[in-house]
């Protein structure tokens, strides 16, 4: 899409015309998609289905002769903790492997951080007058969302190539006691795709912080969620915390649920031991266990750290179609465009466009007036305000390629004709 | 036993040393059994097993339409909240079926009632400096539990044959508005084996209470878990809230635990139409849905509440033999003993066995180093504490008959040596 400075208002007017029928011809295919979020497709959901006969009725004792249709194990399958130990490059003793999501073990986490002191002793967040959380930005918005919940203040922080704005970042936590967590989704971030550098990594695990009692929340929802075969490296920030003196710095959350079947998959909390062995006391109070036939289910399904690699080549197989279409189609019509930027990530759920500021709502509203549901504009900042009005969140992974073809056939109208109409508009003043 | 004043203090020492060679020869047979908490047995859990083959990789939808392997679904499957709805006697609205266990959502909550309005738009708890619950005693100790970890004073109720004593329920909630809570078990009561009365059902729905964010926590664990083909009959508590006008009043709640596999079951909580929204918009931040897969799995293996009831009756025919021994057991030897008595409960998990007072702590430790654990003494009251030290709470589901019977045997003997090392001590006092 060239500059619009270029053309005149006549001209600009015609091109507005044409892709205004453009547009309407396909508003009236009715399209009824919805890309909102990031959800795994039906030919991806089929690579797990024979989860759906790992056990059977003779199949229900897991190692150390545990009965796993009966109470009690607090803290999840011994065997399941050694995988998914290995899986997140820490100790079986530094993990609990619980639930179906991570959201749920995210939102539990900060839940009872606001009602029981952290093992620092400090005062529950609750009880205190204000605390805050540092949210790079664009990020994932259900994180927000428990913030914005449970009155915890956002403070955005910017992306750069490599992670959030670390200088930002570390003049903050240094300050201000009130500073109890940083949300990190660190690898392939929701939406920027981005991986921290290992500077980054390093600086978050060694950096002087006020609060005695603050969290990284590092949310490595797709540490295997590779699209290339030169996956992105991340730095094993538990073993930097601990080296740096900070076990308890951080907590790191991840689950199945972009691997076998979200909703009933396993998932996971690791941190220190001190953090861990918290966690499990209050846990007790809770709950008297997971539910260990799905984490049995889910061993005998993978059988081993291989065997999830192995298995996420095939999603990536069904993915990195999907994600060279969205791709190779802004690349079409918007790679000469200096104010157009999108992310090309190495793995994860999305692709994250920036459109020219003051745009991204509009577009947003007109694909869907023809029937594609995107996520909504400025979800991906905390309390839903993107600055610039510029961040648009592709989700590309559950729609066919034929209907994604669709969707960006009229994402792509949608822009040009919001940035037109934005251009007749400053003429026009 | 007969009464001990009738006897010498010789006559008695001669029959403690006798008891206590008959306790020496049990203690020599190196028991190891743990009868501290309610849990199935090996028999009831084969009940369930074609549970483990009700999915194959070609069944995975739900009515509707709906792909139980994707995101989703944040109140559970309707299908599973038509027949959870028919069990609980409530409307499919009134309902959430989510979870794995009935605590979990319990804990869950009052966690949300700590930290938000309920409804009524009052304080959240843990806003105000103190709030307390009513706790029926004895009673479940992980309710109990639950108070303890969150900092909620727990004001103890006296039980009598059809529920909690209702004047001083009614006395204190009409007059202190820092209490906002009840723990109820109304049907075959966790220990004590008793279903409310009709009375006391229509009381508690009734009565004038004046904290305006009151709730009664009815955890119907036992619901259908009956021992007898004359079943206990409990009333419909929301349905008398609302026709008392208070339809916020109740919160119910049920799993089935111990109906398939615990850890591995389906949890529900019911209520008003009111709080279920207000429950469902705090739910949304936490999680995406539960596991709708293990519910379709609940939903093909039942098929419909008459299911449920073939289902349970199964189970009965497991338990009732050991129920028996232990009653038939507690009656052989102390029939004729007025001081001790014991709960003959129609259904659930406990048999409530209450001795002479100052008894429970010693008969425990007397069992345990034996080898056999039973539940602490004291843990079915709020803070451990018994005031009178006589409650032991049976737990007889889990071991096979023969060693069940091995466990009374010493449960007797240990019972009998410390009343009589109680009565000479108070003769040579």
Redesign the interface.
Known sequence: MPTMEYFSIDSLEETHSSLSNKYKNLQEKHLKLNMS?G??C?EQ?NL???L??A??????ISANDI??????ILDGLPEIKALCAELLEVNPQEIIVAG??S??LE??LI?KA???PLPEKATPW??LPKIKFLCPSPGYD?HF??CA??GIEMIPIKYHSDGPDMDMVEKLVAEDTSIKGIWCVPKYSNPTGITYSDTVVKRLATMPVKAPDFRIFWDNAYAVHHLSNTPDKLLNILSLCKQANHPNRVFIFAST?KIT????GIAMVASSEENIAWLKK?TS??????????QLRHLRFFKDCAGIEAHMQRHAAILAPKFKLVLNTLQEHFGDTPAISWSNPHGGYFISLNTPPGCAKKVVEKVAAAGVVLTPAGATFPYGLDPEDRNIRIAPTYPPLEELKQAMELLVLSLKLVIIEQELARRKQ
Chains 1, 2 share one sequence.
């Open positions: 979020r959800i795994p039906k959901l797990s289905n024979s759906l006969e056990l059977d009725s003779h199949d229900y009965d796993c249709r009966n109470y009690g179906n999501s959201l749920m939102y539990d839940t606001m009602l029981h609750s009880k259900r969302s428990i919940d449970l649920s079947f979200p909703g009933s209050l109070v809770q709950t008297i266990g997971p539910d260990k036939l799905n």
